[in-house]
């Protein structure tokens, strides 16, 4: 009941897991205001070991919705951590005695983030989970995400087109690199300007790494801008922005694909 004291049966049984062969354990479930959300581990389910699968029922059969893994042994490791949202996971690798590197693995699914999720952590990888398509959108007016100064981060997805950050209409940017970002990584991504940039990267940067992504949406701004240094000081050179390509139908609707001044 509303207290948490057990109650009699009510209703037939639900299966929650289809997958049956090889090893199911530590099941947990967890309230919802309609419904129930059935968590377990699963081995050999996606073909690369342990794995946490999840069901959602809502009084209208399972479903399973998008969900968010720590992926401490990339997805592969019964310590890994399973969260509902983007901005809780990134709230608990933040924390003390964190497991560091870690790997965000982000399921099928459509993210509207309530606010923007601010990276203050080194090494944090996003990810989509291989064969998923993710669409991160940014909150009204503001990016998507913010790697802070002197932080690194990488954004990364197995094909082109299964992972999309798309700014907030009238963010400054989808993802913004607040300065020296060096080691950060964007790798297969689609960043899409709404009004601002897809990306700007604050001054000091050197060893940020753009791979075969592409940048759109609307605006009449650069869709990647790479500010100079602070103070009047030489413009910022960018010196491993490598084996970019963009895409056809990625150019934006005005202003320069790349401008460092």
Known sequence: ??????????????IANSYTLDNQSAPALAMLDRGFVAVW???GQDGSGWSIQMQRFEGRGLEPPPYIVDAVNGGNSTTDQIYSTIEEAVAAIALPGATPSPTILIREGTYNLAATVNVNVDDVTFR?????TVVINGPAGAAAFVIANGRNASFESESLGRFTVNA???????????GANGGSELDRVQVNASGGHAVRFGGGQNGVTVQDSGFGGTSAQPLVLVLGAASGAAATRVARMRYQRLPLGSKNTGGAALLAG
């Open 1 to 14: 009941d509303a207290d948490g004291n057990p109650t009699e049966p009510y209703g037939n049984d639900v």
């Open 128 to 132: 989509n989970e291989d064969g998923d």
């Open 168 to 178: 907030g209409a009238g963010g400054i940017a989808a993802i913004d690199f607040a």
């Open 41 to 43: 581990h699963s081995f």
